[in-house]
């Protein structure tokens, strides 16, 4: 186990894309960071390079959609090679996209298919291999359901950490985001997971907000997963290095990181980068400040034009009052 498994950025779908990464790291050295899942058949078969990120990232786990144990298996390889820290397989995404490919969720109802997938995986690499779960799916989701899945990927699959989506999902009838709010959270059902297999990794994932609610969930749990809040108010992590970490380093103040981001920006702008796909990271990091609206306004009005460069996250960064010190 990483000792950065402790507390994790979560995978999410068009948002932890590199850029997103990059500018996270700077306000944690020690949080694990996870890529947006990218399917086997993209890594495989797509055009692109799906598994690009940036070598300040680490440590960084690479998710993974998929069920064929061999194709798996090949892009952990590839994930290996490329330098993850860890391969994460996704077994809670619930939707009709991800069903329709025959991953995500509803291979929670497959615990044996997981359990090969897990251990084509681990036959070819040594860095860890986990999952991503829910407690369960539509009406199957009873305890002994859970239990049952955790014990068939861990023993046949050998699957050693897995982070608990402590809400069911439903497969059909809701959609992703609502698959997000409406099922209920159950955290005793993870701490109980934790007590009944020991010896296994269990981090907890869904709902979760503060430092003070993750270091509650410590108490009973290996690691937590934040996914929204991070995303929406990312100074949230500026303290993830003292708090979760019990390191002495010095918290950064908000300007300083949006000036740390310059460099970066201005590289990948010479790459061609849009500044507008760097910045709509950024956009929350003055939440529930003075000025937080207007730097907010001023990069969503111009961070997309034609030629934009850092001179607009200068100007934004400007609205902010200098008194504040922040």
């Not at 939707?95 to 359990?115: I, T």
């Amino acid at each position: 186990m990483y000792p950065s498994s402790r507390f994790s950025i979560a995978p999410m779908l068009d948002w932890t894309d590199r850029h997103c990464r990059y500018f996270h790291r700077l306000l944690s050295s020690q949080t694990l960071l996870y890529t947006e899942m990218v399917t086997t058949g993209a890594i495989i078969h797509g055009k692109g390079d799906f598994l690009a990120y940036n070598q300040e990232e680490h440590p960084v786990a690479l998710q993974l959609g998929g069920s064929n144990p061999q194709d798996l298996a090949t892009c952990a390889k590839l994930a290996q090679e490329r330098g993850y820290d860890e391969v994460n397989l996704n077994v809670g995404c619930p939707s009709d996209r991800v069903q329709n490919g025959r991953f995500g969720a509803c291979l929670m109802g497959e615990p044996q298919l997981v359990a090969d997938c897990v251990a084509s995986m681990k036959e070819v690499v040594d860095i860890p291999v986990t999952v991503k779960t829910r407690i369960g799916i539509d009406d199957q989701d009873s305890y002994e359901f859970l239990t049952d899945f955790v014990s068939t990927v861990s023993e046949k699959g050998g699957c050693e950490q897995f982070t608990i989506h402590a809400r069911k999902a439903w497969l059909s009838g809701l959609s992703p985001k609502e698959n997000r709010e409406i099922p209920p959270l159950d955290y005793p059902r993870a701490y109980q997971l934790k007590k009944d297999f020991s010896h296994l990794v269990i981090a907890v994932n869904g709902g979760i907000k503060t430092l003070d609610e993750s270091l509650e969930h410590l108490e009973h749990l290996d690691g937590v997963m934040i996914g929204r809040e991070a995303y929406q108010s990312p100074f949230l992590l500026a303290e993830v290095d003292q708090r979760i970490f019990g390191l002495g380093t010095p918290i950064k103040k908000r300007s300083q990181v949006v000036e740390d981001m310059y460099p970066y920006i201005e590289e990948q702008l010479a790459k061609g980068a849009y500044l507008g796909h760097i910045t709509r990271h950024m956009l929350g990091l003055f939440q529930n400040m003075p000025g937080a609206r207007q730097w907010r306004r001023y990069i969503s009005e111009n961070a997309h034009k034609k030629g934009a460069g850092i001179e607009v996250v200068e100007t934004a960064l400007a609205k902010i009052p200098k008194e504040l010190n922040v």
